[in-house]
């Protein structure tokens, strides 16, 4: 292709960028050196990450704390009959949902950090509360309000991973906090364990209650923490104005734009391309299938792990090496999908391939003294499930751009997430108890589903970076040139499909 024609087709592309000059963006990235990024990103590792894990890590705790509460007396205590224990978890996702898009907006307009700081805070005094509960009415009411307040918590952190970290970065460091869920499910099963063996002491003693008072408690504590540490880059305290600069040359190169908060432009014609983007229905269809076992296992699992003839206190302690377990896997599969290309979609089916055949077993075996060990090896395998949901929320930020777009692409991955938890628990059957067969046997199938449904998004993908590789052989631009490109212009607050230089980044072919 002639050089006119190539400089024709490049202005008719980067007409549509209409803010700060790209080539200013380039330079931004280029005048600080890898000793300087490397710097700021051990700083940043130090302050943010940590909190991040604890207060992720408190948030999936005190949601599912009512599979540990069942096995301590909270049905029996509250007269719960029925499907109604089932409803304290899916009346949690239903609040979580309605008020999940509100939430973004808050977060994408205001400062995010203290945003997220005061949702934790309210989060962790309504969790105190339901120690408090005495009946139906009263925990379903705060289990709604719990709803209310952590919905913003899963979307807030990983907008705030996607302003901290690059591309190859989002993977391990998004797996460092989602892995937080085992490892604080560690430290609180301890502590609750210690709470449980008065029970054994003490029959008339509601241990259950005791346990939403530490949880409640040590959130609230987390909460305060955060309103001094967490945020983006141009909020919080603990950088200088040049940390700050190189904090945002850094990410310059996602081509996913900038980190500012408290922009208030709704782009609708990013919105029209998001519903027409196979990207945006792919992200909802995973997000469901994979929170339908998940929703159901955290509501059922300590019930279900109780018929296979364990105590609740044996419970606790058997949580201990399958969240060990969990941590050391999310911890190699982010170091892997960050070092090698052309491996994150696979890891996330792979996930799912021993956790399909685990709910098998467990559904096939009956309830039996001398299948117990067997049984509960299944449900161990079943642990790495859940990498194809967390490796599909970093998906968001490395490979769809546009402030809007990723807002929408966001909101639907975990729309998504609530529909899919707040179905897991109902079809969990009171009639079914105790081995709740075909709930079980459902899970194993939405597991199948996605799988596949990751395949195809994978295929996707693979076609997309193919026709950009193509174009760019065709107008004869290097790759030097092509990235250069795509930063100008994501910065410059372009979709993935209106920037031209940009290819996808949960694959190579």
Excluded at 35 to 51: A, I, M
Aim: charged share 15%; proline share 4%.
């Amino acid at each position: 292709m002639g050089s006119s024609k190539k400089i024709e087709w490049e202005e008719v592309q980067i007409s549509s960028v209409d803010s700060v000059t790209a080539s200013d963006s380039h330079e931004l990235a280029s005048q600080y050196t890898d000793k300087e990024y490397k710097q700021l990103k051990r700083k940043v590792d130090r302050y943010l990450l940590p909190l991040l894990w604890l207060c992720h890590g408190l948030q999936q705790v005190d949601k599912s704390c009512v599979g540990t509460q069942a096995t301590f007396g909270l049905r029996e205590d509250t007269g719960l009959v029925g499907q109604q224990y089932a409803w304290l978890t899916t009346v949690f996702y239903i609040t979580y949902l309605c008020f999940e898009f509100p939430s973004i907006v808050l977060l994408q307009r205001y400062s995010m950090g203290r945003i997220l700081s005061l949702y934790i805070i309210l989060w962790g005094f309504v969790v105190l509360c339901i120690g408090f509960a005495q009946n139906f009415a009263q925990l379903v009411t705060l289990r709604a309000l719990q709803g209310v307040f952590e919905c913003s918590i899963s979307p807030g952190f990983l907008l705030v991973v996607g302003t901290w970290y690059t591309t190859r970065e989002h993977p391990s460091r998004a797996l460092v906090f989602q892995s937080a869920f085992a490892g604080m499910t560690i430290i609180t099963d301890g502590v609750m364990y210690g709470i449980g063996t008065v029970t054994y002491r003490n029959p008339s003693f509601q241990a259950w209650r005791y346990m939403s008072f530490f949880l409640g408690g040590l959130t609230i504590l987390a909460g305060i923490l955060s309103l001094f540490f967490l945020g983006t880059p141009s909020e919080v305290r603990w950088l200088s104005a040049d940390e700050k600069e190189i904090a945002t040359a850094r990410v310059l190169s996602n081509h996913t734009g900038h980190d500012r908060t408290g922009l208030k432009d709704w782009k609708w014609e990013q919105a029209r391309e998001c519903l027409a983007d196979p990207t945006f229905w792919f992200a909802g269809l995973n997000s469901v299938l994979g929170a339908i076992p998940n929703g159901a296992l955290s509501s059922f699992s300590g019930i279900l792990n109780t018929t296979f003839g364990f105590t609740n206190l044996q419970v606790l302690i058997l949580n201990i090496p399958r969240c060990t377990f969990a941590i050391l896997y999310f911890v190699l599969v982010g170091m892997v999908a960050t070092r090698k290309k052309d491996v994150r979609m696979w890891i996330m089916m792979l996930s799912n391939i021993p956790a399909i055949a685990g709910l098998l077993v467990i559904a096939i075996l009956p309830n039996e003294p001398h299948y117990k060990w067997v049984k509960w090896s299944a449900y161990f395998m079943i642990t790495p499930f859940v990498t194809a949901t967390f490796f599909a929320w970093s998906l968001v930020p490395s490979n769809v751009a546009g402030r809007t777009k990723r807002t929408i692409v966001s909101t639907i991955t975990f729309v998504g997430y609530c529909i899919g938890n707040m179905t897991g628990p109902q079809i969990f059957q009171a009639k079914d108890a105790p081995r709740y067969i075909p709930g079980i046997i459902a899970c194993a199938a939405c597991l199948l589903a996605q799988s596949i449904v990751i395949f195809l998004w994978r295929r996707l993908f693979v076609g997309r970076n193919r026709r950009v590789d193509q174009r760019m052989r065709e107008l004869g631009i290097s790759e030097e040139d092509r990235l250069k490109a795509g930063e100008e212009m994501g910065e410059n607050d372009c979709t993935d499909l209106q920037n031209p230089f940009v290819s996808c980044n949960a694959c190579e072919h």
